[in-house]
């Protein structure tokens, strides 16, 4: 390395190290030589400084998701089953409650579901759908890997007089499932540990983290392009179904409403920072809708 001395080793332990720290022995492999022009050369350096982020970014953000996608098809049915029951078993004990919604009105979108799932013949012992009461998600809905759709009190109500618009939020959690989106971001998750654990010299910790990203999936939600997908997905069948896209545009703009006027100043800017960071902005989506 430049600046610093080449040594000698020798076979009783002993070393020589010169006083000159630019001297090279002559008889030494020229490959070194090769290693210190790198070194010292600016432009190298220069290259690796701009390159390897560079890099690094494309194996993240690129390779890894483009691979996600098609290596999520091997999975075994099983693994996602238990990875979907896991993170629910999980969210249940953290942040739902039993619902409180009348049985008439969990039987009405019950039937919806049911009748949409089957215009669409997609598995209905896949896709099932449950209600929970939920103070810390309010008004909201998730889809977990393995086909569970849940959806809490709050939204139900919120969209007690809009039922197309609850057909709308179905139809996009259903186009989570559909193109696996958990499982992807999963298996993302996993794969950019590995690569991360490699550049940067961490082998160890590799097990350890690879084992903990079934929780990861809860913790970092979708990408912006898998919520645009989704939302595609639920424009395409509700016109499909004989629905509008307005129907969409209406969901999102009742759930926009809700959530900016519960929450106090700070939470506002904390969730919206939050928001700007994984999700499209919710005006883009109604825009998008209306269209
Ligand atoms: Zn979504």
Known sequence: MAGLADELNFEDGSRFIPLDVSYRWPFKEKSHHVMERLEKSKWAILAAVVFTPLFMWLVLYKAVPAIAVYSVDTLPHNVINQMGEQS??????????????????QAKVQAHFKSMLNALSLDQSVYRLSFYKSDSFGANAFALPHGRI???????????DKPNALKAVLLHEMGHVV??????????????????????????????IALGTGASFAQQGFSRDMEREADSFALT???????????????????????????????????????LSSHPSAQERIDNARK
């Open 150 to 160: 849940v959806v809490t009190d709050e939204l139900a109500n919120l969209l007690a």
């Open 88 to 105: 629910f078993t999980v969210i249940k004990k953290l942040a739902l409650d039993p619902s409180e919604l009348p049985i008439e009105q």
């Open 179 to 208: 193109h696996q989106h958990s499982v992807r971001i999963t298996a993302q998750s996993a794969a950019s540990t590995i690569v991360l654990a490699v550049v940067f010299g961490d082998l160890e910790g590799v097990a350890e």
């Open 237 to 275: 069948q509700l016109e499909s179904l004989g629905y509008s896209s307005n129907d969409f545009a209406d969901a999102i703009e009742a759930l926009q409403k809700s959530h900016t006027s519960e929450n106090e100043h700070l939470e506002k800017v904390n969730n919206l920072l939050e928001y």
